[in-house]
């Protein structure tokens, strides 16, 4: 159920009681108990317990409803199960509402089943978060490659994941699969039961970056309504990814800096330590050597990130995993029900071996999944140099087999592309084709479409699913 046993805390005043649970609960973790709510605020902090048993009649301090309101407000990542001896329906409910994991009554159920509820509550957990995970990424692609580039960076996968505590540094192209990489590290170690926090610092505003990786107070600027938790409280026990950590200005370089070195920060606005157990994965495509020399990179923290590093290789360097991830990705798509198409012509290899693919393997991925989904206009079973062609030519010069060069040609050939995105997005469909590109009526957008054909050959080759549905006078 983890990297390591779990930390249990017993909340409770009736000692004989919990001297026979902490007998039972020891052969599951680490067990410390308070039998006060002043013993409990002496030994409880955020973060340390993966599981709280919580008696809801204190003899001493608050209610266990008041306590348990303040475990999950100090830390949402904590299971506590409220145990006591006065239930009720109505209490029960609400300790549920405010965030319990579960209601047990003391008189009704004994230590060694709290025990076997208490291994559920934990698998369960790790059950839902796999659950979330796997709703928010519904595919995600295995390393794909027979290049020994390939499998070495599966060695290094491998090891640095089975450690589970340095800082990794994966760099590369932009399209080579670093988070992808950092999803493996995580998928096969022995973080593997924690949650995958991923985050782009490209996609956050420098102003709240400070906010989002380690959260703030109630009250702690203008604006900030309630208590957050940042990124790093949300990776506890498991991993954050950080992307594009060249972008990270330079005055919170120095404080990723102090997190890494004590693993211990505040929130914003906060005046107490906070430690979690993160594994913190970075990626960049970036030379952050160079961004060294210009001041522009703390020096110090970029030896704390590269303590193991993993280098992607472009696709060019790889080039005979070209056809290996290109009939991946088809087949996938297949699986799927997404396209009739199984596989590539010669000439369609021939065409994607010649090309240099500056995107990588995520241009590789979108071309492949553009023609498969076009397919389904022709019905075609096979994906040949023709389907691809128009992706690649108008990516590279070198492709291009234009006889004439014209504006007019120009925006024919876009008209067209109109066209067939718009018969996509219709399944087929004329009648409603025409209205999503808002000609006066489909008869208008036929004859456009026919004379475009005539005029221009070359191009029709190029758009067979337009062709065909309007190649012949209805």
């Not at 952050?288 to 472009?314: S, T």
Request: aromatic share 8%; with cysteine.
């Amino acid at each position: 159920m983890g990297r390591e046993r779990r930390h249990i805390l017993i909340v409770d005043d009736d000692r004989e009681y919990v001297k026979d649970l902490q007998e039972v609960l020891n052969d599951l973790g680490k067990v410390d108990i308070a039998y006060s709510e002043e013993e409990f605020r002496e030994i409880f902090r955020p973060y340390r317990y993966d599981i709280i048993l919580l008696d809801l009649r204190l003899k001493e301090g608050k209610e266990g409803l008041d306590l348990l309101q303040y475990i999950i407000e100090e830390d949402p990542s904590s299971i506590v199960i409220v145990i006591s001896g006065y239930g009720d329906i109505a209490t029960a409910v609400e300790a549920l509402q405010k965030g319990a994991k579960t209601f047990l009554e003391k008189d009704k159920i004994t230590p060694p089943e709290i025990k076997i509820r208490v291994e559920h509550a934990l698998k369960e957990s790790i059950a839902e978060r796999r659950i979330r995970e796997l709703e928010a990424y519904q595919q995600i692609d295995e390393i794909v490659g027979e290049d020994p580039k390939i499998q070495k960076i599966r060695d290094l996968i491998n090891l640095v994941a089975q450690d589970g505590e340095t800082t990794v540094l994966i760099r590369g192209e932009t399209g080579t699969g670093k988070e992808l990489v950092a999803r493996a590290i995580h998928r096969i170690g022995a973080r593997k039961d924690g949650p995958f926090v991923s985050v782009a610092l490209t996609d956050i505003n420098p102003e709240t970056i400070t906010s989002e990786l380690f959260g703030h107070e109630k009250g702690a600027f203008t604006g900030a309504h309630s208590r957050h938790y940042g990124l790093f409280e949300q990776a506890h026990r498991g991993i954050l990814f950080i992307d594009e950590i060249g972008d990270l200005p330079l005055e919170l370089q120095v404080k990723l800096l102090r997190v890494l070195d004590r693993k211990k920060f505040r929130r914003m606005g906060g005046t107490e330590d906070i430690s979690v157990d993160v594994q913190v994965v970075t990626a960049t495509n970036q030379p952050l050597e160079d961004m060294v020399r210009d001041g522009r990179f703390r020096e110090d923290l970029y030896y704390r990130l590269k303590v193991f590093e993993i280098h992607l290789p472009p696709l060019r360097e790889r080039r005979s995993d070209t056809t290996l991830l290109a009939k991946y990705f088809l087949l996938q798509l297949y699986n799927r029900g997404r396209t009739p198409a199984r596989d590539f012509t010669k000439d369609a290899i021939e065409l994607m071996l010649s090309y240099h693919w500056p995107g990588n393997v995520r241009e590789l991925k979108g071309v492949i999944e553009n023609t498969a989904l076009r397919c389904r206009l022709e019905g075609c079973k096979m994906i040949t140099k023709k389907h691809l062609l128009p992706q690649l030519i108008e990516k590279d010069d070198k492709l291009s087999s234009y006889d004439e060069i014209n504006i007019l040609k120009s925006i024919a050939e876009y008209e067209l592309r109109m066209v067939e995105e718009a018969l996509i997005r219709s399944g087929g469909k004329k009648t409603e084709a025409w209205k999503l590109l808002k000609y006066p009526n489909r008869f208008s957008m036929l004859r456009r479409v026919k004379r475009i054909l005539e005029q221009y050959p070359d191009l029709a080759e190029r758009f067979p699913g337009v062709r065909k549905r309007y190649g012949v006078v209805e």
